[in-house]
């Protein structure tokens, strides 16, 4: 069974930044697509960004300029670097893995990224 296990999250004051990570675990198969989502309360989830294994990004337009995705191949892990942080960044993070095996979509816990002064 595959198992997304983020950490990261956290209370910071508006313009500080947060690091988050999510580990991929469980599958002989690499994630082909792997991203992070957000709901914020009230909220739908929506993608923040996302990355194929080949190293295509997309972002979410509010996000463009302050956030980057990365990964780690070897290691089955991304990144979501997150500066210039905004109140209405405020969210939980979900971490998201695609593999092409059967099609199947996995997905983190969640953490808690809040930003207020």
């Known amino acids: 069974q595959v198992q997304l296990v983020e950490s990261g999250g956290g209370l910071v004051q508006p313009g500080g930044s947060l690091r988050l990570s999510c580990a991929a675990s469980?599958?002989?198969?690499?994630?082909?697509?792997m991203g992070w989502y957000r709901q914020a309360p009230g909220k739908q989830r929506e993608l923040v960004a996302s990355?194929?294994?080949?190293?295509?990004?997309n972002y979410e337009d509010s996000v463009k300029g302050r956030f980057t995705i990365s990964r780690d191949n070897a290691k089955d892990t991304v990144y979501l670097q997150m500066n210039s942080l905004k109140p209405e960044d405020t969210a939980v993070y979900y971490c998201?893995?695609?593999?092409?095996?059967?099609?199947?979509?996995?997905w983190g816990q969640g953490t808690q990224v809040t930003v207020s002064s």
């Open positions: 990355i194929t294994s080949g190293g295509i990004t």
């Open positions: 469980g599958s002989i198969f690499s994630p082909n697509v």
């Open positions: 998201n893995a695609h593999y092409n095996y059967r099609n199947n979509v996995y």
